[in-house]
């Protein structure tokens, strides 16, 4: 059972930073793509960033040039740097690891989230 662990989320300021990690067991975390996503009160679950298992990224246009994602295949981890942070990052970072076999079907997994508010 594929399992996701979320830390890194806090309170801080306009213009600050945050780093997110998302630590995987249970998977051949090498082999699959890994997200993350974001929901703020009232709003849809959206899309922040992917990695692909070559290392291929792609970012929202409101995180680009902002939010790096990375990876490490030996720890089974994925971040999300966050860096010049607005208040319309407010949200709850959610960490999703793409869809596997489990023996009888295809599933997806998701973290259990981590909340993080920018604000003065």
């Known amino acids: 059972q594929v399992q996701l662990v979320e830390s890194g989320g806090g309170l801080v300021q306009p213009g600050g930073s945050l780093r997110l990690s998302c630590a995987a067991s249970?998977?051949?975390?090498?082999?699959?793509?890994m997200g993350w996503y974001r929901q703020a009160p009232g709003k849809q679950r959206e899309l922040v960033a992917t990695?692909?298992?070559?290392?291929?990224?792609t970012y929202a246009d409101s995180v680009k040039g902002r939010f790096t994602i990375s990876r490490d295949n030996a720890k089974k981890t994925v971040y999300l740097q966050m860096n010049s942070l607005e208040p319309e990052d407010t949200a709850v970072y959610y960490c999703?690891?793409?869809?596997?076999?489990?023996?009888?079907?295809?599933?997806?997994?998701w973290g259990q989230g981590t909340q993080v508010t920018v604000s003065s």
């Open positions: 999703h690891h793409d869809s596997a076999w489990t023996g009888t079907k295809w599933e997806d997994y």
């Open positions: 990695i692909n298992n070559g290392g291929t990224t």
């Open positions: 249970g998977t051949a975390f090498r082999f699959y793509g």
